[in-house]
């Protein structure tokens, strides 16, 4: 039972009333900073059902505080120095692909090719259950490793240095760490691993949501736990819009230092999170020296890589899921979002010959069809034909992301409900 209850008064319910709204943006801001870098977040965000590691003795006892007070909390962690293990459980509600249809864009692990990128490594973490270990000492050492059955996959920085390193394989990255000006104007490395597997990290989860709060949120703290044997305050937030997929999202942040330690998000259609990562083990003392050294194993196949951890070659491939299915590209191009906080809509033009392959039609249907067999079957099981004033189209759905393509090509994608989707189609007519 919950220990606690937000604190009464002119805060409000959503953390936004009068007399604590500049104090709201200021912390909201301010979230943006923890001193743990994004690449400790290394940790990945999003697991449910941790298991015993996680097992609560019992809520712990602590002092009430505001939603506003525990935000700016975390915005002043001050914590640099950190290692653990982060458990995390993906539901998304996609189905299983077919034999040979990898999404990873890259080696998936090949003898005889490089190394996965962390991008394609992220992919992994779209389903299923997995074990991150991290460690961070500062801004130039950090470590993060994707633990396997029989094989472990790590990136490491050490004062500029970046090795992603793939056991299964015995290949290796290695690159410089990305670079940014400092003080006196030089580029300096910026310190973070790269952010693909990074921001999967409950730190880096809340900090996207928490930036992301405005007045289609509502804040709230609800009660306390105990998180890898840490005292946490739970803080949760809900969209006020009722288009928005998004049920809730749970963000339990240590009593002490206002390190987020697990971040949960569920669903408005309910059952299982959608994603819930939590520490399993956390430790604030500074990690040993060798944590962050490597040398390549006997035999690696080294290949040197670009400023983001990945082969030139490799990184040109990287995120083109229409092409994974067997579809043209989207031609490039910035998307233009409609509608606000939680209820916002990206939309950007795929092209007609995307829309035909989708519908059946056109002189790229058949093409699609003969390079992938298995496309249309796999459409076909998550996609459902909508209709209106833009004419047809499919909707392509996830436990919280839907996505409608219309036959001529339009895409909009969003956190939102079908019926938000198709009106935003018809508005765009």
Known sequence: ???????????????????????????????????????????????????????????????????????????????????????ITTDLGLPSMPSGFGLDGGSGGKKDGPAPSPESKLTSLFSGTHTLRMAVDGPDRQRLSLVERAAEYSVIHNAGEVWAYDSASNTAVHSKAPRGKGADGAHKPSGELPKDLAGASPQELAKKVVEAADSST???????????????????????????????????????????????????????????????????????????SFTPPKGAKVTEGDAKGAPSADRDRKGKLPEALGLPGTGGGEPKVTGEGWASIAAFDAGKDAGGALSGKGKSAGKAAGKNGDAAALLDSFGSKVSGDFGSGRVFSTRIVNALMTDDGKVYIGAVSKDALVKAANAAK
């Open 218 to 292: 509502t804040m709230t703290v609800d009660g306390t736990a105990k998180v890898a044997g840490r005292d946490a305050y739970q803080l949760v937030i809900k969209p006020k819009q009722a288009e928005s997929t998004v049920g809730s999202v749970r963000i339990a942040i240590d009593a002490k230092n206002g390190v987020p330690l697990k971040f949960t998000l569920a669903p408005k259609s309910g059952g299982k999170a959608v994603v819930d990562a939590a520490f399993t083990k956390v430790d604030f003392g500074k990690p040993g020296a060798d944590t962050f």
């Open 1 to 87: 039972m919950s220990r606690i209850h937000p604190t009464p008064g002119t805060d409000g319910a959503d953390g936004t009333g009068e007399g604590g709204a500049s104090r709201a943006a200021t912390g909201r801001r301010k979230a943006v900073r923890y001193a743990v870098p994004v690449a400790v977040a290394g940790i990945a965000a999003a697991t449910i059902g941790i298991g015993s590691a996680l097992a609560s003795t019992g809520d712990p006892d602590l002092p009430r505080i505001s939603a506003q007070d525990l935000i700016a909390k975390m915005a002043a962690s001050d914590t640099q120095q950190m290692s653990g293990s982060v458990k």
